[in-house]
C-alpha cells in the first residue's frame, strides 16, 4: 500500500486588510519560567490571568488565537482594531471583534498587545464553566508551553532546558500562519504509511476528532473497528448548534505520535476541516509544544503502548429548540425504547425540565458516572424508563 497523507484544512480569515496576522505582540521579561495550577472541567485548562489588577479565569487554548467574552470587552474597553470572519470548531462561520489589550498577566509574566476576539458571553463554554477568555496560540507563539494533566500544571518558559525533555518523544511542528495552530503528523497504521495532519487542540474535550472528508477516505484501508454512524446532533461550538450531520464514532487500531502508540483510540468525526488530538490525550503522556523550535514531545506517562479504548454512552445528549434531547445513538440496541429527538426527562430522577442550559450540559457527560437511569419521552407524548450504562 502506498503511503498517505492527508493535509489539514485551515479557515482562511477575512479581515480590512490581506495581509493582517494575529501573531502579534510580545511576552515580557524576555527570560522567564512560570509554573501555574490548572483546573481541569470540560476538556477546558483553566488557569487565573490578572488585566488591570483584577483576576478571571482563562481557559488555555492552543487551537484558537487569544480571546476574550463581550462582558469583559465592556469592562476593559479596549482599542477595537476591526473584525474578522472566523470558524468554530463545528465549521460554523461568523464576524467577531478584535480588540489589543495591552496586558495580561500570567503570574510573574506578562503579554503585551496581544489581539484579541471578542466572543459571545452565551457561548455554551464561556457561559456554563465561567470562562472571561482564553489564551491562544498567537500569544504563546514565542514560548516552550508543558502540559502536565497528572499534577495540574502548566509550564511557559523562553527556552527547553528546564523542563528536562527527552528529544526522541518529539517530532516536527508546523505552525499555521495567521494564528500559529500547531500542526503535526500522526500515524494511524502499525507501518506507518498511513499519516495525516491535525491540529493539537487544547481547548476541546475528547481524544481524537477525524475530519468527515478524511474519515471517509480512509475508512476503506481497514484501521478503525467498531465503526458506529448515524444522522443527528451532539455538538455545539462557538457559534452555536450545528444541522443534523452523519458522524461516526469508532476506534483507530493504532493512533502513534512519536514513541507514543495508542492503541483502540476511541474517536469521532467532526465537521470541522480540521481533524484534532484533544486534551484526553493528557492523560496518556505530557505533552510539550516547543513554538520557538517547532517541536512537539509526547512524553508516556508509563508505558509507550497504552490502550486508548474509552467507555462511552450509549446515546449522545444535545440541548436545541428548547429541550434536552437525544442528539445520537450509537448503539441502538441497547436503548430499545430511545430515538433520536426523544426528550430526556429525568437523569438518575433528577428531574431536567427545571434546569437551566448549563445544569443539563454538566449533567449526562459527567465522567463519574458510569451508569443513568433515564426517563425519556417521544413525538408521540409516551414516556420511557431506561437504564444506559457507560462501556
Known sequence: MKSILLFLLIPI???GQDDFSLNQGRISPNKYFQELPFEFLKGQIIITVSINGDNYR????TGAPTSISDELYKTLNPSNIGTIEVSDANNEKDSLKVAILKSIKLGDIEIKEAPTLVVNSENLIYKCIELDGNIGSNSLRNSVVQFDYLNKKVRISNSTKPLNLDRKFSQKMELTSNQSSPLLWVKLDQN??????VLFDSGMEGLFDMSLRYFSNLIKYDLFTNVKSVTGNHSMGLHGNTTDTLHS?????????????LENATSYTTKSPNSRVETKVLEFAIVTLDYKKERIYFS??????QN?????????????DGKYQIGFIWYPEKVPNINIGDEI??????SCQDKSICELFLLLTNSDNQKLNLVTKDKNGIEYKSTIIKE
Open 13 to 15: 480569515f477575512v479581515f
Open 58 to 61: 482563562f481557559s488555555l487554548d
Open 192 to 197: 506507518d504509511k498511513v499519516k495525516l495532519q
Open 249 to 261: 464514532q469508532f476506534q483507530i487500531k493504532q493512533l502513534k505520535f512519536s514513541q507514543l502508540k
Open 300 to 305: 508516556p506517562i508509563g508505558s509507550q503502548v
Open 308 to 320: 486508548a479504548s474509552i467507555p462511552t454512552f450509549p446515546i449522545q445528549p444535545n440541548y436545541k
Open 345 to 350: 426527562l429525568s437523569v438518575n430522577d433528577i
